[in-house]
């Protein structure tokens, strides 16, 4: 099953930008989401999870800046990002998580580029 992830951009440092993630029918399917970057050269990071209850979580990098939210009715996780810093610069992409097999089934999407100048 395809994930779509859109949002990305170039933006200044100190500014926003809010990423969006679709995966057809993981609210349904009680899957909770989680948020990943990987910045050139270097590993894929976990940025931020929200679970299927609604408990978020961030790494915290990004604690205090970035909020992960929920639209059940779109099957649309959003990751709100301000106060952009360089070092947020990555390829952003998302992923289902929970136990259930529908929740392990999707693979990766091909990401949204963020990029923050100084």
């Known amino acids: 099953v395809q994930l779509m992830e859109s949002g990305g951009g170039s933006v200044q440092a100190g500014g926003s930008l809010r990423l969006s993630c679709t995966a057809p029918?993981?609210?349904?399917?009680?899957?909770?989401m989680e948020w990943y970057r990987q910045a050139a050269g270097k590993q894929r990071e976990w940025v931020s999870s929200?679970?299927?209850?609604?408990?978020?979580y961030y790494a915290d990098s990004v604690k205090g800046r970035f909020t992960i939210s929920k639209d059940k009715a779109k099957d649309t996780v959003y990751l709100q990002m301000n106060s952009l810093k360089p070092e947020d610069t990555a390829m952003y992409s998302c992923?289902?998580?929970?136990?259930?097999?529908?929740?392990?089934?999707?693979?990766w999407g091909q990401g949204t580029q963020v990029t923050v100048s100084p």
């Open positions: 992923k289902p998580s929970g136990s259930r097999d529908y929740c392990r089934g999707f693979d």
């Open positions: 029918r993981f609210t349904s399917n009680s899957c909770g």
């Open positions: 929200i679970s299927a209850d609604g408990r978020t």
